[in-house]
């Protein structure tokens, strides 16, 4: 069975900085990875995804994640934080039966 | 994008009743939904996939006598949760892939439905 670890629970950045979740996971096979964002009221949001090729992936919103099969990671990073960006990040994985498999998300405050 | 919507996105109920929740993609057919259930400043975990025309299969642990869904059409599952007690209350999720097959389908997801059991 697959799993996704996000070892940060909250992150404060200062808007105009860089920010990099982390995110590790667990699959026996060739994963499939997303990140996803969640703002308040809002249904998840797909920032982008992994399924195979180019191990850097340039998704919506100006950010991009890096898959590392040797370290079983998915890291996501934008250059410079927008205060539009406080929301809570989810990493995923996925199996060819569709189902996903949520790491436990990780909270981002952004200041001003 | 493809867009999924949820009815109610909010409801408030009586310990004892049952509250049906609905899942709807709006511009693409689904042959497969699947029902996430949230708690507060938790992840989603995955409760069941709903599979049209053909009976839902729930993940370990979930109680499909109390989370009864129907996946009547290609663009509508139904979630309800029969007997409500306080501890049903959560935020309800569903999701609808499209796209090529496999796990490289991309997942659109609802808004979610907030249920509060009194």
């Known amino acids: 069975a697959q799993s996704v670890t996000q070892p940060d629970i909250h992150i404060t950045v200062s808007e105009g900085a860089s920010l990099e979740l982390r995110c590790n996971y667990s699959?026996?096979?060739?994963?499939?990875l997303f990140w996803y964002v969640q703002s308040p009221g809002q249904g998840l949001q797909l920032l982008l995804k992994?399924?195979?090729?180019?191990?850097l992936v340039q998704g919506i919103k100006g950010f991009e994640a890096e898959f590392k099969r040797s370290q079983s990671s998915f890291n996501l990073r934008k250059p410079s934080v927008h205060w539009s960006d406080a929301a809570e990040y989810f990493c995923a994985v996925g199996a060819n039966d569709y189902k996903l498999s949520f790491g436990a998300g990780t909270t981002v405050t952004v200041r001003a | 994008g493809a867009v999924v919507s949820q009815h109610p996105s909010w409801v408030i109920c009586k310990s004892g009743t049952s509250v049906k929740i609905e899942c709807r993609s709006l511009d693409f057919q689904a042959t497969t939904m699947f029902w996430y259930r949230q708690f507060p400043k938790q992840s989603l975990m995955l409760m069941a996939t709903?599979?049209?025309?053909?009976?839902?299969?729930?993940e370990q642990g979930v109680e499909k006598d109390k989370f009864l869904i129907n996946h009547a059409s290609l663009t509508l599952s139904t979630l309800t949760v029969t007997s409500a007690h306080p501890e049903d209350s959560s935020f309800y999720i569903c999701?609808?892939?499209?796209?090529?097959?496999?796990?490289?389908?991309?997942?659109?997801f609802g808004p979610g439905t907030r249920l509060t059991v009194l």
């Open positions: 992994y399924f195979s090729g180019d191990t």
């Open positions: 709903s599979n049209e025309g053909s009976k839902a299969t729930y």
């Open positions: 999701s609808a892939p499209r796209g090529t097959s496999g796990g490289a389908q991309e997942q659109f």
């Open positions: 699959y026996g096979a060739t994963p499939y």
